[in-house]
């Protein structure tokens, strides 16, 4: 059983976040506050959930506003403090066309900053709550940048240098705690649309427990499949020259 009760999750609807609503559902959460941009999808995750958890509540959120996702939190927090929040919305540029790479950082950076921002200030409000824990998404492939996604692994890198330094700064200053999830090749609609080779493939539900239990552990960085994360550490400190020459030889998506 998860120590957290009340857990909310952005991009709920499909892959690691419907896998993570599921998961605490099955594990003792109060409240589930649950948002995604798919309505139809949003709902068959909370039928599942209620057969764990009957307070699971959803919302129609587009995470790259600012004003709405603050809406949503605060009166989220209004039913209950918040306690977990997973910043994890996110999505794939598929072509690298200028629509697609503004979507991506506006879904993958701006949602995350939109999520993260109201869910400290209402944590810093609230410095006797034990638990107050903030969750972003990032990637294996935010190591480094990767000619086949440029856009999305940019946009990964980000949020997770923006998580490990949060988690210093927040950690010292007001004793929230920040975890920053770097996964692999996860079934997700994301890796649904892949056509390249997707190594050490996990379920979404095997990636969620692992997140949770690592969650519970407060571990900073967690990353996996460890194959993985040590070939994208050790390709993120090799020379240009050489990490060019291993991309040149990688297949690439069509």
């Not at 998860?2 to 892959?15: D, E, M, P, Q, V």
């Not at 991506?104 to 410095?127: H, K, S, W």
């Not at 079934?187 to 649309?193: A, C, G, K, L, V």
């Amino acid at each position: 059983m998860s120590k957290y009760k009340n857990i909310l999750i952005t991009g709920a609807s499909s892959g690691i976040g419907e896998a993570l609503a599921l998961y605490y559902a099955a594990n003792g959460a109060e409240h589930l506050f649950l948002c995604a941009r798919n309505s139809a999808r949003l709902e068959e995750v909370a039928k599942k959930c209620r057969a764990y958890s009957p307070n699971v509540h959803l919302s129609v959120v587009d995470v790259s506003d600012s004003l709405a996702v603050e809406k949503w939190i605060n009166h989220c927090n209004g039913i209950a403090k918040l306690q977990l929040v997973f910043a994890n919305a996110g999505v794939a540029t598929a072509q690298e066309t200028s629509d697609n790479i503004r979507n991506t950082f506006a879904i993958n950076v701006g949602g995350v900053v939109n999520t993260v921002l109201p869910a400290l200030t209402l944590m810093q409000q609230n410095p006797h709550n034990p638990f107050r824990h903030i969750v972003i998404t990032s990637s294996i492939a935010g190591y480094h940048g990767l000619p086949a996604c440029p856009s999305y692994s940019a946009s990964k890198a980000c949020v997770k240098a923006w998580g490990e330094a949060l988690r210093i700064e927040l950690g010292k200053k007001y004793g929230i705690k920040v975890s920053v999830i770097a996964p692999g090749f996860v079934r997700s609609r994301i890796t649904d649309q892949n056509t390249c080779p997707m190594p050490f493939f996990m379920e979404a539900d095997r990636a969620a427990s692992l997140i949770a239990h690592r969650v519970e552990k407060n571990i900073g960085m967690i990353a996996f499949p460890w194959p993985m994360r040590f070939c994208a550490w050790l390709i993120s400190i090799l020379p240009n020259c050489l990490s060019d020459l291993i991309y040149k030889l990688m297949p690439y998506k069509v």
